[in-house]
């Protein structure tokens, strides 16, 4: 999209408020404001959210942090609470409840428990029925606000207190679910996978296409949690950029059916250097673990070249 | 002008959910309940009703999308029996505890397992501490009657909480009577038009719904949402009473039969009302004083009126037509023994269990239980708990 200002962008008015509980180093607040920064100033919109840090961050009681309307339901519904909300739009627009030139958007934020997992069937249907909404997962990889247990998300190897590593045990034994693939078979208007770099361009601009595109659309943002990976938390961005530079995060949408990647490293790092930089990865690099990391650096490489094949690439 | 119709149980009450035309409805078929949202698609393909309905994947989904759409500031309802009301349990709580007046309109049939299609109260006993107001019908005309009362009863600023509105599977669902039905604007008047003072979808008004809260707030959230289901009770009798002044016909909060004078009450709910009736006319007929209180609102419980109805009798039967698996008797037992203490109400009281899983409530079924109850009057010492019209002994 032409003519993306940082500054502009930057300078619009918060939509989460400051003053919510999330951690310092949270990837989830950054990647959510940057995806409402993309809802044009002046456009109303409706925020669902499933069960997890975000939500009870965010909205303890008597407070919120949200300045749109928002609904949290539960953990596994948040893809058919909003769908409702959608509905009702519908509804009181064609019952002339809302004024006709009111418009709303509507965008509900899960965790990768509440995407991947326990609501994938409530986030599938909701896609599947075509609402005109956005379904965002802030993919940190495991389920952090119980305390750190894996996920279909997480990726193969992670220490979580679920797979721990111990004497006779590497971490997680699977690899990560494919969700933006899955969300993809769909065939839904738009599917994005984007993290934040740089000037968060990439985030801005997918967020901009799922929200004003006509339709069900699907965000998926890896969001790095410094409880679960173990990080520093000034290293962030680094790690993001890592993710994406080693390919363990490739950047591409599928819009209306067209996969196309949206950046491609000019040099693809080895994996090791955005395993080094998390704790969840450590035992990887006791001596004797080499085949651990290759067997990690070949499944990123099967993957990735599967969606350049995808993208025509 | 009432007119009559021939209609089954879930016919009479598609033909209101018609009359009502609510802003939304998301349903997901089960057994006996599908044929609702069926009729209801089907008003819609020919342009008899305007209702955005929701093909979702679940009945989780269909609770989940009515909360959501019922915050929005849409009238939402939807419909389900067993498994599916069992699947949505989290969702109830959700729907109540946020003070949302979602309507569902429950056929009642036995949960799993064995897996069994037909008719008990299993379901909605198993929601019955969800907060939500719960109306039972004797037949087709009361689904269809109850049906139209829900929503002001639900939307009352007073009550603000869901209602459940129960008739029994296949029995009431299925069998076709004759009814009385009433003109869609008279049903559109009494309803009347919703306007949420909150909600999602209200234009430089933004509110937040579902928070997290500490234990600061918790317990006084929940003691609010009992406040509220105490206050229903008036409101409950207000509607009826409006019902009773526009349609002419209905009770409040249960139907006395013949107990003016009865030494002898039989308190059930649901279709079996109708069969427990029969034996009392055949038994008044042979100069037994016997009668039936039948039920229509479990949620709130009508403690202090149960009590009172019952005070001058000197046996009631208690019938349950579910099992609470504590060995203890089903849970309108414990509740009614509770409601006669605490009124110091000292009467015999006997608990059965009966009609589970479809099976037959007979009138000689009925007879029998009332001959127990003679017995009991006398001081003969009747077993608890027995279950009615079992093949093995009880």
Not at chain 2, 28 to 40: D, G, K, L, R
Not at chain 2, 114 to 141: F, K, L, V
């Amino acid at each position: 999209m032409a003519g993306y200002n940082l500054k502009e962008v930057m300078s619009r008015p918060e939509r989460l408020a400051s003053g919510h509980r999330m951690c310092a180093g949270c990837g989830a607040t950054i990647g959510i404001r940057a995806v409402l920064r993309a809802l044009h100033p002046g456009d109303a919109a409706v925020i669902g959210n499933a069960t997890g840090c975000l939500e009870v961050s965010t909205f303890m009681y008597p407070y919120t942090a949200w300045e749109d309307s928002y609904i949290h339901n539960a953990f596994e519904n948040a893809g058919a609470t909003l769908s409702g909300v959608e509905t009702a739009y519908r509804a009181l627009k064609k019952r002339g409840r809302l004024p006709k030139d009111k418009e709303y958007k509507f965008i509900t934020f899960g965790g990768d428990g509440g995407t991947y997992d326990i609501g994938f069937q409530s986030l599938s249907g909701a896609m599947e029925r075509g609402h005109d909404m956005v379904y965002v997962c802030y993919d940190n990889g495991a389920y952090m606000n119980t305390g750190i247990q894996r996920s279909s998300a997480t990726p193969q190897f992670a220490d979580t207190t679920t797979t721990p590593v111990g004497k006779n045990s590497n971490g997680k034994v699977q690899t990560r679910k494919d969700l933006s693939a899955i969300i993809a078979e769909h065939h839904v208007p738009y599917v994005a996978q984007t993290t934040f770099t740089k000037d968060f361009k990439d985030i801005h601009i997918k967020s901009e296409r799922a929200i004003y595109t006509q339709g069900p659309a699907f965000l998926n943002m890896l969001a790095p949690c410094p409880r679960g990976w173990r990080y520093e938390t000034s290293d962030i961005m680094k790690i993001c950029q890592l993710a994406i530079d080693t390919c363990y995060w490739p950047m591409f949408e599928v819009d209306h059916g067209n996969w196309r990647l949206t950046y491609e490293p000019k040099q693809k790092l080895p994996i090791e250097d955005f395993l080094r930089v998390q704790g969840r990865f450590k035992h990887l690099f006791a001596p004797g673990n080499e085949d651990l990391i290759a067997a990690f650096q070949e499944e990123v490489d099967r993957r990735w070249e599967d969606l350049l094949y995808r993208c025509n690439k | 002008m009432s007119r009559k119709d021939r209609m089954s149980g879930n016919e009479a009450v598609a033909f209101a959910i018609r009359q009502v035309n609510p802003d939304v409805m998301p349903a997901f078929p089960i057994t006996p309940s599908t044929e609702i949202p069926q009729m209801v698609s089907t008003y819609i393909a020919n342009g008899e009703m305007d209702t955005e309905f929701i093909p979702v994947e679940s009945e989780h989904s269909s609770m989940s999308a009515a909360i959501g759409s019922e915050a929005a500031g849409a009238r939402s309802m939807t419909a389900t029996s067993s498994c599916g009301l069992a699947f949505m349990w989290e969702e109830l709580l959700v729907a109540a505890s946020n003070r949302l007046p979602v309507v569902l309109t429950l056929v009642n049939r036995t949960l799993s397992g064995p897996i069994n299609i037909n008719c008990d109260h299993s379901d909605g006993m198993g929601a019955r501490d969800t907060g939500w107001i719960q109306i039972y019908a004797e037949n087709n005309q009361e689904a269809y009657d109850n049906y139209i009362q829900a929503f002001p009863i639900a939307e009352d600023k007073r009550v603000h909480l869901p209602v459940m509105v129960c008739q029994d599977g296949f029995i009431t669902s299925h069998a076709v009577e004759n009814i009385l039905v009433e003109e869609d604007e008279d049903v559109k008047e009494f309803v009347g038009e919703y306007h949420p003072e909150e909600f999602l979808l209200n234009p430089g008004k933004p509110v937040s719904v579902g928070p997290y809260a500490v234990s600061a707030y918790s317990m006084e959230a929940k003691y609010n949402q009992e406040l509220a289901m105490e206050a229903s009770k008036e409101v409950i009798a207000e509607v009826a009473q409006k019902f009773r002044d526009k349609f002419g016909r209905g009770f409040t909060f249960f139907e006395e039969y013949r107990t003016e004078d009865a030494d002898y009450i039989m308190l059930i709910m649901g279709s079996a009302a109708g069969t427990a009736k029969e034996a009392v006319d055949e038994l008044r007929d042979a100069g037994v004083k016997a009668g039936v209180l039948k039920l229509r609102v479990f949620r709130p419980f009508p403690e202090d009126e149960i009590a009172k109805a019952l005070r001058g009798c000197k046996a009631v039967a208690i019938m349950d037509r579910c099992e609470s698996y504590n060995g203890n008797g089903g849970p309108l037992s414990s509740e009614v023994c509770a409601a006669l203490y605490r009124n110091e109400v000292f009467i015999k009281t006997v608990s059965y269990v009966y009609g589970l899983a479809g099976r037959d409530f007979t009138v000689d079924s009925a007879k029998k239980v009332f001959s127990q109850l003679e017995e009991a009057a006398k001081g003969v010492k009747i077993k608890q708990h027995t279950y009615v019209g079992l093949r093995t002994k009880s």
